[in-house]
């Protein structure tokens, strides 16, 4: 590599800084930069990885390594953009990003950060090369993150790699220095993110945004010049375009996706792979898709014994492979799509057939659903004929993205919200919560009972497909999905009962209370007030400051009316 890129680590920023460590706002977006090329004798290897003391294991460097070259079986020249997604090795590790959970109390569910996984975005460059030795320049760049904006990311690859890759100039440390000056990405904000002489524009999605409403009308241009490179999104795939051989089927891959169950996902090359995944795992929300999910994966993945096992059931996993060998050995898998190059045109392109797994050969497989699969419930020929009209009238791909995106997030609302309904209606009565008992339990979530809400509060009320919506509802409570779902409203409804006890507790008469109590009864009060406002700010249960601060002067009262003797062990204390 050119001298000019290999930048020494750069010295310690002086203490008065803007950011109290080096690094803390690159951290906040990326963990490292790696570049990965091709070596004669090692195959791919690692270059580089930036910032230099940034700590990969070798299982990771060794993943990512394979992850950022197409398979030897995809070949072509010029320039590929795909992602890949990689169970984190070694457990938790320190890192240069402080953040107490806080983003992800406020980020949407789709876009939290992930604690077990990497994300990496890959640029790769195969080019002829007369002074390489086997002909060819082959690289890739790497951004490996725990967020999944794979717009942003892959917009900022094609801002970087062609100048790194061509000119080795402005080198990496250089645009890393400018991440690292960026602002942190904060849910509900519009950000301007400098690099290279553009200016990104992005606004970073809230958990209190309305679902299916358009962040660009909510962007200010703040006159900035040079203007700036505005992204509608930074994660939502052009949805048309990924699912546009399969337009018919989107019916039953939104039932798949729903209930968890394993698919692979057959493609030409890592970019039609990557972006088919990315795309079904996206097709549920707001419901968060809690399944494990690998846009790109290889043969020579940690976890391909793992998956290609015959000796147990098929994991929970969208999985996207290139390599035909994957045919053979996945062929027991219940469900695969096999997709050829997506290409748009001005036709509706043509759809692939669902076909039965024992007809999938292992050389030369034609495009199609491989499944036994039946559907729950009956297409929506309505959407076909409106993204038909839509195709006639040439109409711009991102409308009809957005017409696609609307059909699916309507379908997950009428399936969910009366799961939700019937989830609030097991929250304890507010006048149930008394101040100087515990909260009342959530009462428990019964599956028969809430299949009898559903005669008159089913999906029926907002959708107007037809079909055996109650046995799509039975499978679906033997699905991850519904766990995690579940999980996490059963936490938000504890979380919510927890603050209701203290504004309860707020609004008592603390005095009164103590007129009649044992010293003993008085100390214990004190403990589980000191207790539930620790859990309080730990948790960061939604709760005003203002009450935490009254229980805090309650404690203090309740102390002074001790002996002295008390008091002073309880201050200890």
């Not at 094609?158 to 000056?181: H, M, R, S, T």
Request: charged content about 25%; glycine content about 4%; some cysteine.
């Amino acid at each position: 590599m050119d001298a000019v890129c290999r930048a020494e680590p750069r010295p310690r920023r002086p203490a008065a800084a803007a950011s109290p460590l080096p690094w803390a706002r690159f951290s906040a977006w990326l963990d490292c930069v790696c570049v990965v090329t091709f070596d004669l004798e090692l195959g791919q290897a690692m270059e580089l990885v930036y910032p230099y003391d940034f700590r990969l294991t070798e299982k990771e460097k060794t993943s990512i390594c394979y992850l950022s070259f197409p398979d030897s079986y995809s070949g072509g020249l010029g320039d590929t953009q795909f992602s890949f997604r990689l169970r984190q090795s070694g457990g938790q590790r320190t890192t240069h990003y402080e953040d107490d959970g806080e983003y992800n109390r406020e980020a949407p569910l789709t876009l939290q950060r992930e604690s077990a996984h990497y994300f990496g975005y890959v640029y790769f460059r195969q080019v002829k090369d007369s002074s390489m030795k086997r002909g060819y320049f082959q690289k890739s760049l790497v951004l490996v993150s725990h967020l999944p904006y794979v717009n942003l990311f892959h917009s900022l690859l094609q801002l970087i790699a062609p100048e790194y890759f061509d000119k080795l100039e402005p080198c990496l440390e250089a645009v890393c220095n400018e991440i690292d000056q960026w602002p942190p990405p904060v849910p509900g904000q519009t950000l301007n993110l400098p690099v290279m002489g553009v200016v990104i524009q992005v606004r970073i999605p809230s958990r209190v945004d309305k679902p299916g409403s358009s962040p660009v009308k909510q962007f200010n241009q703040e006159n900035l010049l040079p203007a700036p490179l505005v992204l509608p999104s930074i994660h939502e795939l052009d949805l048309f375009r990924c699912f546009q051989p399969v337009l018919i089927h989107i019916q039953m891959l939104w039932e798949l996706m729903l209930l968890g169950e394993p698919i692979v996902v057959m493609a030409p090359s890592p970019t039609v792979s990557s972006e088919m995944v990315l795309a079904l795992t996206s097709c549920l929300a707001p419901l968060r898709y809690c399944c494990d999910y690998r846009p790109y994966f290889t043969i020579h993945d940690s976890e391909f014994k793992e998956y290609t096992t015959r000796t147990q059931a098929p994991p929970n996993i969208v999985v996207g492979v290139t390599n035909p060998f994957f045919i053979k050995t996945l062929q027991h898998w219940p469900h695969i799509l096999r997709v050829g190059e997506l290409r748009m045109s001005g036709d509706l392109p043509k759809q692939v057939k669902v076909k039965k797994l024992a007809k999938l050969k292992t050389l030369d497989t034609k495009p199609g659903i491989y499944t036994s699969y039946k559907t729950f419930l009956h297409k929506d020929k309505t959407l076909i004929k409106r993204l038909l009209k839509g195709i006639q009238r040439k109409r711009p791909s991102e409308v009809q993205s957005a017409l696609l995106r609307r059909h699916l997030l309507e379908l997950t609302q009428s399936f969910i919200i009366p799961l939700e309904h019937y989830i609030a209606s097991l929250m304890p009565l507010q006048r149930a919560i008394t101040p100087w008992k515990n909260p009342p339990q959530i009462r428990p979530f019964r599956q028969e009972d809430f299949m009898k809400t559903l005669e008159h509060a089913g999906p029926q009320l907002t959708c107007v497909l037809k079909g055996d919506w109650l046995g799509l509802y039975r499978r679906f409570f033997k699905s991850p999905n519904f766990d995690g779902w579940y999980r996490q409203r059963h936490k938000e409804m504890t979380q919510k009962l927890e603050a209701l006890h203290l504004e309860a507790i707020c609004e008592a008469n603390i005095v009164a209370w103590m007129k009649d109590k044992s010293e003993v009864e008085i100390v214990d009060l004190v403990l589980k007030l000191r207790e539930k406002l620790v859990r309080a700010r730990c948790q960061h249960l939604p709760v005003k400051e203002e009450t935490l601060q009254r229980v805090g002067l309650y404690i203090e009262t309740i102390i002074g009316s001790l002996p002295e003797d008390l008091q002073t062990v309880l201050h200890h204390h």
